[in-house]
Each structure stands twice: as structure tokens, then as C-alpha cells.
């Protein structure tokens, strides 16, 4: 039987970068669907479940794909609720690339220092890929704090990946230069996850900076999150630190999806969410050295 991998967008047009690398995975065949939602996605799911006999319901999978993170989730929940017993099917989420890119960004920061009982900041960390690399660090033993100009919507936030996956995370609004010093007082790691083209992070803030040892920026475009880093930087040494550019950490992003969308085909029972991602980049960047 084909390994058939439907791609449900919650995007109107589904995007052809998950189309790619579901078939770059190993899937035979991809079903790419646009515009899935909670409420017009309970047939796909049956058509899922109810076709194939036991032994080869793990050869068909679903990928949670799309912009919008929380609609991914949302879509994830209504996925989930649809199973029982052994009528299941394996699925992934990593709406807007969220979690492979988190993923791939932590994993070589566990690789370059042990981050238990270290202080990590996630600069303009209420995106999704900010989300989810707070919640990596902080399952990997950090104490983590996500910043935003808007306290509120930190709060929001981090209220939220507390309650989905049971960690501690701080909220803190940064809007001027004092704010952020305060910030980044005896912290540890610093990773800036910000729209593309904003500056959030000054070199004179973290060149000098005692307790600092990882500074990663998570932005390819100009100019850089992190004044002073360059994109292709992976633990390259600056000033005393290790730096991560958005390129250094790119390629194990796309090992990484890859090979979720391998391993879904392996059992019908497996869900991949932040938690279950991160450890599939560990083991891949553990597996070059």
C-alpha cells in the first residue's frame, strides 16, 4: 500500500514548502488541502481511520500545516477528538514552521551548553516560533522569560504554553532600552525570534555582557535581530560568546521535518507537537558527532 500523507492548511491555498517536504519524507503520495478548520475537517478524519485494516493504518498520515499557529492547534485539538481505540492515524503539527524551526534552534543550543538552571530570554518571543523555543529550553530545564512591547499579550502568552505544556514561563514587556537591560540582567541565552527586518537586540548590549554565553537570532533578513551576528554564524565565538545565525541553524530545520514525516509512517498512534519535534532534532544533530 502507498504512504499517503494528507496536508491539512488552514490556509486557503495550501503552501508547496510542506508539500515538498512531505514528499522529500517519504510519503508516496501527498493530498494537500487548503482551508481546513475545526468544523469541515471531522469527514477527512473518518475517510483517515475507518479505510485501511490495522496493520496498515500507519501508512496514512496527517500534517498540520498553515499560517497561524493557533489555528494549527485549534485543528490539532478537533484532529484528536476524532480518535478512539485504534482508529487513529499519526499526525503532525508545525503550522508556519514553528515547531521544526524551534526545534532545530534549540537543539544547538543543547548542544553547545547544558541550559538546566540557566536564565534564557526569548526576545519578541509571542510568535510561533518564539513560542515554541520557549517551550523547548524550558522543557530542556531553563528558566525562561518571553519579552514583547505589550505586557499583556506576554502574559497571554506565556498563560497559554504553561497551561498546554505544564511549564513555567515569564512573561516581560520590554519598550525602551532600560526595560531591556533589566531584562537581560545575569541571563544566560538570548534568542531573538522578531518580524523579519527588526532590530531588537543592540551589539553593545551583549558583546560586553558578563553572564551571556548563547546569543542566536532567528531573522535572515536585514537587518539582523541581533546586531553584530551574521546569518551563517553557528556556535561561532564572538566576543566570548557562541552565536547562531537564522542560516546556521536552517539546514537541521529541514532535516528535522523531513524526517518527522518519515517516522510518521512508522506507527499510527504518534503525535508530533513541540515536545515530540524537539526531541527528533536532538537526535539528529546528537547523531553527527
Known amino acids: 500500500m502507498k504512504r499517503l500523507l494528507f496536508q491539512l492548511d488552514t490556509d486557503p491555498i495550501p503552501n508547496t514548502f510542506d508539500t515538498v517536504a512531505g514528499y522529500d519524507g517519504g510519503a508516496d503520495h501527498v493530498n494537500a488541502l487548503g482551508g481546513i478548520a475545526p468544523d469541515n475537517v471531522a469527514k477527512l478524519i473518518d475517510g483517515a481511520i475507518f479505510t485501511r485494516p490495522p496493520s496498515n493504518k500507519k501508512l496514512t498520515a496527517l500534517f498540520v500545516s498553515g499560517s497561524n499557529m493557533a489555528a494549527g492547534e485549534a485543528l490539532l485539538t478537533a484532529i484528536t477528538q476524532k480518535f478512539f481505540g485504534n482508529f487513529r492515524v499519526s499526525v503532525m503539527l508545525d503550522s508556519n514552521g514553528a515547531n521544526t524551526t524551534a526545534a532545530a534552534a534549540v537543539a544547538h543550543i543543547c548542544k553547545a551548553l547544558d541550559p538546566h538552571g540557566k536564565r534564557a530570554v526569548i526576545l519578541a518571543g509571542t510568535g510561533p516560533v518564539g513560542q515554541r523555543a520557549a517551550v523547548m529550553l524550558a522543557t530542556a530545564g531553563a528558566e525562561v522569560c518571553i519579552t514583547s512591547r505589550q505586557l499583556d499579550r506576554a502574559a497571554q502568552v506565556c498563560n497559554a504554553l504553561n497551561a498546554r505544556?505544564?511549564?513555567?514561563?515569564?512573561?516581560?514587556?520590554?519598550?525602551?532600552?532600560?526595560?531591556?537591560?533589566?531584562?537581560?540582567?545575569?541571563?544566560?541565552?538570548?534568542?531573538?525570534?522578531?518580524?523579519?527586518?527588526?532590530?531588537?537586540?543592540?551589539?553593545?548590549?551583549?558583546?560586553?555582557?558578563?553572564?551571556?554565553?548563547?546569543?542566536?537570532?532567528?531573522?535572515?533578513?536585514?537587518?539582523?535581530?541581533?546586531?553584530?551576528?551574521?546569518?551563517?554564524?553557528r556556535a561561532t565565538v564572538r566576543h566570548g560568546k557562541r552565536c547562531f545565525g537564522a542560516l546556521g541553524f536552517g539546514g537541521l530545520k529541514l532535516e528535522t521535518h523531513r524526517a518527522c514525516v518519515t517516522k510518521l509512517f512508522e506507527a499510527n498512534d504518534q503525535i508530533f507537537d513541540a515536545p515530540e519535534v524537539f526531541a527528533v532534532a536532538k537526535a539528529l544533530l546528537a547523531a553527527r558527532a
Request: aromatic fraction near 2%; charge should be negative; avoid cysteine.
Open 165 to 233: 505544556f505544564k511549564v513555567a514561563l515569564r512573561p516581560q514587556g520590554v519598550t525602551d532600552p532600560t526595560a531591556l537591560n533589566k531584562v537581560l540582567q545575569r541571563v544566560n541565552i538570548v534568542v531573538a525570534t522578531g518580524a523579519p527586518g527588526v532590530s531588537l537586540l543592540p551589539a553593545v548590549e551583549w558583546q560586553q555582557h558578563p553572564t551571556l554565553e548563547i546569543v542566536m537570532d532567528a531573522n535572515a533578513t536585514p537587518p539582523q535581530g541581533i546586531e553584530g551576528l551574521e546569518m551563517n554564524d
